[in-house]
């Protein structure tokens, strides 16, 4: 009997292959506003768009900021800071 290697979950439950395939709800370089939902267990912080789990280093559960999308992965992405909200970066400074 012959069984084909794709699956109705592999092909509905977007794989979002290596950058190339346009299932991504994001693209490489593009640049989003985010609010961090969770901590991964090396650390980084985890944020959502569309559904597509994006791993943003150095940062914590809560920080909203504007990351740009460095790479993606078959089901995830990971992106950088590249902005912070002025309210947040002054918030720890005493006058």
Known sequence: MYRSNKSSFGSSFG??????????????????????????????GIARISGLVVFVPNTKINDSVKIEIKAIKRNCAVAEVVEVPEEVTTLGQVE
């Open 15 to 44: 794989s979002y292959g290596s950058g190339a395939s346009n299932d991504s709800p994001v693209n490489v370089g593009e640049k989003h506003d985010v609010k961090i939902e969770d901590t991964a267990r090396q650390g980084d």
